[in-house]
């Protein structure tokens, strides 16, 4: 569902370039609330500083 998502948010955009699908191995949708080792913070804080200038 997440990648069929992405696929039309970036579809015919012209800001597709500051979109990223990021997929996290072996996780479930909530994993991704507690389990400090499963969240990719340090993509997060990239792609805010990166994106939200």
Do not use: Q, R, W
């Not at 997440?2 to 800001?15: E, L, P, Q, R, T």
């Not at 500051?18 to 191995?25: A, D, H």
């Amino acid at each position: 569902m997440g990648k069929d998502a992405y696929d039309n948010m970036i579809k015919d955009s012209k800001y597709a370039d500051n979109k990223e699908l990021v997929v996290i191995p072996n996780a479930t949708h909530t994993d991704l609330y507690d389990p400090k080792d499963k969240i990719p913070f340090d993509k997060i804080e990239y792609f805010l500083k990166e994106h939200l200038k």
